[in-house]
Nanobody
């Protein structure tokens, strides 16, 4: 059981940076694989990044590699997505998600979801 709440979205100019946070309820945060997905209007929800329970293994979609950094602070029950060199194509609602074990990139395989936070990147 976990409740996820995203924050940190907003409007930024292309080339700028934004840091998203996802706060989890409960005391079992460290037991979950955490991930970020995003969905633009009229498009499918797509995988962005994920991190294992220990934080040792990371996975990113190709288009954000080198620009985005996922991290987690288990003591604070929080996962972060640092987004740098933002592009207009990054504009979407960003969702935090969690699953019990094994890193996956399919959103259907995640059990818990936050409400999403809007990220808008202007040209």
């Amino acid at each position: 059981q976990v409740q996820l709440v995203e924050s940190g979205g907003g409007l930024v100019q292309a080339g700028g940076s934004l840091r998203l946070s996802c706060a989890a309820s409960g005391r079992t945060f460290s037991s979950y694989i955490m991930a970020w997905f995003r969905q633009a209007p009229g498009k499918e929800r797509e995988f962005v990044a994920a991190i294992t329970r220990s934080g040792v293994s990371l996975n990113y979609r190709d288009s954000v590699k080198g620009r985005f950094i996922i991290s987690r602070d288990n003591a604070k029950n929080t996962v972060y997505l640092q987004m740098n060199s933002l592009k207009p194509e990054d504009t979407a609602v960003y969702y935090c998600a969690a699953r019990g074990a094994v890193l996956r990139t399919n959103p259907l395989e995640y059990d818990y979801w936050g409400q999403g936070t809007q990220v808008t990147v202007s040209s």
